[in-house]
């Protein structure tokens, strides 16, 4: 079973700033499938990355995603107002889908 | 357009049973495997169930396994998750997400709040 460990807990961030979040799993992700999801409050997660570094449709190109084997990290390269939020990692290579904890990203 | 709405959720004693349905359209539902996903209030998401698209592959999480089924039926695009033996620490808003990570895939409903408390 697949452990998947985000960091840190909590990004404080300002609007233009670089953000950069960690997703550790504690055995490799089988053909790096792993997915970021943004989640705000009172709504179903958002679709970002797949594959660990593809885009979903419709996703800004400020979001990236980068890495693989055990170590990932989803990059928002200017923070917008409408991305501070919660973000989770999830990977879905076997079976339990296991999520990450979650990185709250909130405003400096 | 991809719909996902889940219905079935509310209050149950510690013990009891609940049955979550959902119905979805806009897509070909036999062809996409089918998960249902659950967030404790103010908690982290956490995966439940996964279901193929034929029914033939079935997993759990072991928080659940023993207690909880995931079933479909193709036929009325129908997802369901038959949950025996609640707990309080079920209690949660329960998603059900498409099992599609492409370019255009993660499709979720909007969730159905279960609260179990006597």
């Known amino acids: 079973e697949i452990v998947l460990t985000q960091s840190p807990g909590t990004l404080s961030l300002s609007p233009g700033e670089r953000g950069t979040l960690s997703c550790r799993a504690s055995?490799?992700?089988?053909?790096?499938?792993l997915a970021w999801y943004q989640q705000k409050p009172g709504q179903a997660p958002r679709f970002l990355i797949y594959?660990?570094?593809r885009r979903a449709a419709g996703i800004p190109d400020r979001f990236s995603g980068s890495g693989s084997g055990t170590d990932f990290t989803l990059t928002i390269s200017r923070l917008e107002p409408e991305d501070f939020a919660v973000y989770y990692c999830?990977?879905?290579?076997?079976?339990?889908?296991?999520f990450g904890q979650g990185t709250k990203l909130e405003i400096k | 357009e991809v719909h996902l709405v889940e219905s079935g959720g509310g209050l149950v004693q510690p013990g009891g049973s609940l049955r979550l349905s959902c119905a979805a359209s806009?897509?070909?539902?036999?062809?996409?495997?089918m998960n249902w996903v659950r967030q404790a209030p103010g908690k982290g998401l956490e995966w439940v169930a996964y279901?193929?698209?034929?029914?033939?592959?079935?997993y759990y999480a072991d928080s659940v396994k023993g207690r909880f089924t995931i079933s479909r039926d193709n036929a009325k695009s129908s997802l369901y998750l038959q949950m025996n033996s609640l707990r309080d620490e079920d209690t949660a808003v329960y998603y059900c997400?498409?099992?599609?990570?492409?370019?255009?895939?993660?499709?979720w409903g909007q969730g159905t709040l279960v609260t179990v408390s006597s």
């Open positions: 999830q990977q879905y290579g076997s079976s339990p889908f296991a």
């Open positions: 055995q490799s992700v089988s053909s790096n499938y």
């Open positions: 806009g897509f070909t539902f036999s062809s996409y495997s």
């Open positions: 594959g660990a570094s």
């Open positions: 279901i193929y698209t034929s029914g033939s592959t079935i």
């Open positions: 997400a498409r099992h599609d990570y492409g370019d255009y895939g993660g499709f």
